[in-house]
Antibody, heavy 119, light 110 residues
Framework: QLQLQESGPGLVKPSETLSLTCTVS??????????WGWIRQPPGKGLEWIGS???????YYNPSLKNRVTISVDTSKKQFSLKLSSVTAADTAVYYC???????????WGQGTLVTVSS | QAGLTQPPSVSKALRQTATLTCTGN????????AAWLQQHQGHPPKLLSY???NRPSGISERFSASRSGKTASLTISGLQPEDDADYYC???????????FGGGTKLTVL
């Protein structure tokens, strides 16, 4: 059973960089069948795709966040990471890491972690 | 980034059938369909259907997905109290190379 677990600070100051890591267990991260992604959900709102990465490091980003986002992967640790720079209160959200099966669907999700941007 | 269009809310009675819709364009839903996700309050989303309308293992046959042109549909038959949740559609946009989501439909089971 694949499991994904987000980790990182729950509170980030405005203008600083949000950093989260997702650890994959119970399955391989090194498969061409899947991409690994970050999705966020502001309180009371819908889902927003942040970006995705393959095990080989190919990335796709949401154009509205592209200038501030970096997603990386470390296959030896079975982890992939998110960095979002210059955060504001609008970046306050539950951040999910997830597995994307080809382009057919997001079929496994972490439990999510709430990140609050506040001084 | 153009999102997918879903009605904000749908209400149906227990044991009835609900059909949720999701409209996109020829580059996303019209290309390979939409995936469907269910989310209960305080929990992560759960995949109900892949873009090819196949259900992941363990998903009830009461959930059935289909597509006609640029509109995808999720039909939930024999509504149960646990079906009261938010439902999102999602698709890869092959022109923009982005993952797009619908705004979500709140399904209320009366």
């Amino acid at each position: 059973q694949l499991q994904l677990q987000e980790s990182g600070p729950g509170l980030v100051k405005p203008s600083e960089t949000l950093s989260l890591t997702c650890t994959v267990s119970g399955g391989s991260i090194s498969s061409s069948t899947y991409y690994w992604g970050w999705i966020r959900q502001p309180p009371g709102k819908g889902l927003e795709w942040i970006g995705s990465i393959s095990y080989s490091g190919s990335t796709y980003y949401n154009p509205s966040l592209k200038n501030r986002v970096t997603i990386s992967v470390d296959t030896s640790k079975k982890q992939f990471s998110l960095k979002l720079s210059s955060v504001t209160a609008a970046d306050t959200a539950v951040y999910y890491c997830a597995r994307i099966y080809k382009r057919m669907g997001i079929d496994d999700w972490g439990q999510g972690t709430l990140v609050t941007v506040s001084s | 980034q153009a999102g997918l269009t879903q009605p904000p809310s749908v209400s149906k009675a227990l044991r009835q059938t609900a059909t949720l819709t999701c409209t996109g364009n020829s580059n996303n839903v019209g290309n390979e369909g939409a995936a469907w996700l269910q989310q209960h309050q305080g929990h992560p989303p759960k995949l109900l259907s892949y873009r090819n309308n196949n259900r992941p293992s363990g998903i009830s046959e009461r959930f059935s997905a289909s597509r006609s042109g640029k509109t995808a549909s999720l039909t939930i038959s024999g509504l149960q109290p646990e079906d009261d949740a938010d439902y999102y559609c999602s698709a890869w946009d092959s022109s923009l190379s982005v993952q797009v989501f619908g705004g979500g439909t709140k399904l209320t089971v009366l």
